[in-house]
């Protein structure tokens, strides 16, 4: 292999492609039937693969694209998968550990025809990355969000306790991402420590950013 | 501690003299029972304690009767939450009221001193009283970096983590756990912004 191969996170061997050492195997069924698919085809499956990853509902497109009957439907369903899979595991890779030439070379390997190969790298390191990207930290393990966040401030004039109160006091309603809705009052005082302790997160993730040190690059 | 004197012993706002301080150390232990029963909710001081401890002279009836007295001032006082002015004006009148519904000066002595020490004290506790909803008790967080995950996304992105409490007292509190990324505590802090300048409006206005 040529010096210009690069080493790539995956797999020790300097031969390993971006999929590892062993390439899945709808990726390589998919390979052999992308042989003599014509391009407009192609296209068309790749829109409507990338759209699902993006989360989006792509049944119609499908089902336009299955009865289309030049494609029996048993081909159709081993492109689209080995599209999603191959898609998948280069979008988890960093664009700072796998780079176009490599990504490019090891579609090469697979045999698959060059204007596919372009197709797909505009895909993965095209403007779309940023979304694709988005919604798989959507999908990821995390807490709950904070989805809406409202907030109301009250006088107390008067209680059944205190004639004369004259108290601030706000009130807060917070809605998760899991469903879930707080309420709850701040007393001022608290939220003079709530309101510091914010703006003191904000500054240690811009603080976080800026701290070369820690971008973790191969 | 000298024993009883008369007469020409000087005496202070209240015409109290040194002779009074005795009286007045009773009722203000009572003063401090009271508020520890009725503002501090301490379940440990009941009115027989006090009664033992403070008058124990005294018989049940007569020591029932100084207790709800004292009680009844100090709620007036309370709900009123007076201030320096009206607490003279106040104790001045009950001192000029006749039979046993008034006080003698060192009680009103007394009642001035506690009231100065524990006006805050108490005034929270009402506060307290009209507070419903659960309050924010406290907070606590990091800032995590995010490196990688399973299905993949963006990486090096700081995430904060967030645990707030929140409770009644002297119930359990709850903790909520949130994550948030650097766009939403920007907005979370223009919205913190946004109540300071409510809180602002209200407080210069009074």
Redesign the interface.
């Known amino acids: 292999m040529s010096s210009s191969h690069a080493k790539v996170a995956v797999g020790a061997s300097k031969d390993s492609s971006f999929l590892g050492g062993r390439i899945p195997s709808e990726i390589e069924i998919m390979a052999k039937q992308l042989k003599d698919l014509d391009q407009e085809m192609f296209r068309k499956i790749l829109k409507a693969v990338v759209s699902a990853i993006e989360g989006k509902d792509c049944r119609e497109a499908m089902k336009a694209i299955a009865e289309n009957a030049a494609l029996p439907e048993e081909r159709l369903s081993y492109v689209v998968a080995g599209m999603y899979r191959l898609l998948?595991e280069a979008?988890?890779?960093?664009t700072?550990s796998l780079k176009q030439e490599v990504f490019k070379e090891d579609l090469r390997e697979l045999r698959i025809p060059e204007e596919f190969i372009t197709d797909f790298a505009s895909v993965v390191f095209g403007n779309r990355r940023?979304a694709l990207?988005?919604v798989?930290?959507?999908?990821?393990?995390?807490?709950?969000?904070?989805k809406d966040?409202r907030?109301r401030?009250d006088?107390?004039i008067s209680?059944?306790?205190?004639?004369?109160?004259?108290?601030?006091?706000?009130?807060?309603q917070?809605k998760?991402s899991d469903g879930k809705a707080?309420?709850?009052?701040?007393?001022?005082s608290?939220?003079q420590?709530?309101?510091y302790?914010?703006?003191l997160?904000?500054k240690?993730?811009?603080d976080?950013?800026k701290r070369s040190v820690?971008?973790?690059q191969d | 501690m000298r024993g009883h004197t008369h007469g020409q012993e000087s005496r202070d706002l209240w015409g109290c003299n040194m002779a009074d301080v005795e009286t007045s150390k009773s009722l203000t232990g009572l003063l401090n029972g009271i508020a520890q029963i009725v503002y501090y909710n301490n379940a440990e001081i009941t009115e027989e304690l006090l009664k033992n401890e403070l008058y124990p002279d005294l018989t049940q009836e007569e020591f029932r009767a100084m207790h709800e007295k004292m009680k009844g001032l100090l709620k007036s006082i309370?709900?009123?939450?007076m201030d320096q002015a009206q607490l003279e004006a106040f104790l001045t009148a009950q001192t000029r009221k006749q039979g046993t519904g008034g006080v003698s000066a060192e009680q009103a002595a007394a009642l001035s001193r506690f009231w100065k020490s524990h006006r805050a004290r108490v005034?929270e506790s009402?506060?307290g009283?009209?507070?419903w909803?659960?309050?924010?008790k406290g907070?606590t967080?990091r800032?995590d970096?995010q490196?990688?995950?399973?299905?993949?996304?963006?990486?090096?992105?700081?995430v904060?983590?967030?645990e707030?409490e929140?409770g009644r007292a002297g119930e359990d509190s709850?903790f909520?756990?949130?994550?948030?990324?650097?766009a939403?505590?920007?907005?979370?802090?223009k919205?913190?912004a946004?109540?300071?300048e409510?809180?602002d409006a209200?407080?210069h206005r009074?």
Request: net charge positive; charged share 20%.
């Open positions: 998948k979008l988890r890779i960093p700072s940023t990207e988005a798989a930290t959507q999908q990821g393990p995390r807490l709950p969000s904070l966040f907030w401030v006088v107390a209680t059944s306790s205190l004639a004369r109160a004259l108290q601030p006091s706000i009130l807060m917070m998760l707080h309420r709850f009052e701040v007393p001022v608290k939220f420590e709530l309101r302790n914010v703006a997160i904000l240690e993730m811009n976080l950013e820690l971008k973790i | 309370a709900t009123a939450n005034r009402l506060l009283q009209s507070r909803e659960p309050g924010l907070l967080w800032v970096l490196t990688s995950a399973s299905r993949g996304g963006a990486t090096n992105i700081p904060a983590l967030v707030l929140l709850d909520v756990c949130l994550e948030f990324d650097e939403k505590v920007n907005q979370v802090l919205k913190m946004e109540i300071q409510s809180i209200i407080v009074s």
